[in-house]
Antibody, heavy 120, light 107 residues
């Protein structure tokens, strides 16, 4: 069973870069999964940020596309997300997620979530 | 982007009741709809994919239906563990979008 665990700073300064990593256990990051990120705020609810395949093929939410980049680290069996030029509006709980490529299902696998606060 | 709406936004019910939550897409999405359950402080849990396919391990009192733009999640014989917030999600095309959620409280 795939398990995901987010890590990263809980506090980021405005205009800085928010960088998170998701450790994958129970399977290889090179397996048939799309890996992605979903964030949640009390005001906007759940927002899909994007997803990446181990080949590097990625799809991003157009609302974030100019600021977000995702990557896969096969040597460490994890994947990451960088969000640049953050503002207080990026304060949210960030979840890493996974789904099986070609299964027709959505996000079966979720990390526990990590709260990131944007503040000076 | 496709917009998802849910109704009601909140509902109160008793153990043993039957509850139906509705999700509507702003344009047709065929059956590319998922339902999630989320409890406070926890990650969402996938319940249903492709509008009506129950995830392994999800109790059969949960069922999903619909296609096109209108979908339902029905919970028969509510159990104490079912009180949570439920979200629908479109995945017919990028960007995937979630509904605003329906909070199910104990009456």
């Amino acid at each position: 069973q795939v398990q995901l665990q987010e890590s990263g700073p809980g506090l980021v300064k405005p205009s800085g870069t928010l960088s998170l990593t998701c450790a994958v256990s129970g399977d290889s990051v090179r397996s048939y999964h799309w890996w992605g990120w979903v964030r949640q705020t009390p005001t906007k609810g759940l927002e899909w940020m994007g997803e990446i395949y181990h080949t590097g093929s990625a799809n991003y939410n157009p609302s974030l596309e100019s600021r977000v980049r995702m990557s896969v680290d096969k040597s460490k069996n994890n994947f990451g997300m960088d969000l640049t030029s953050v503002t207080v509006a990026d304060t949210a709980t960030y979840f890493c997620v996974g789904r099986v490529y070609g299964s027709g299902k959505m996000f079966e696998f979720w990390g526990q979530g990590t709260l990131v606060i944007v503040s000076s | 982007d496709i917009q998802m709406t849910q109704s009601p936004s909140s509902v109160s019910a008793s153990v043993g009741d039957r509850v139906t939550i509705t999700c509507r897409a702003s344009q047709t999405i065929s059956n590319w709809l998922a339902w999630y359950q989320q409890k406070p402080g926890r990650a969402p849990k996938l319940l249903i994919s492709k509008a009506s396919d129950l995830e392994s391990g999800v109790p059969p009192r949960f069922s999903g239906g619909g296609s096109g733009t209108d979908f339902t999640l029905t919970i028969n014989s509510l159990q104490p563990d079912d009180f949570a917030t439920y979200y629908c999600q479109d995945y017919s095309a990028y960007p995937y979008t979630f509904g605003p959620g329906t909070r199910l409280d104990i009456k």
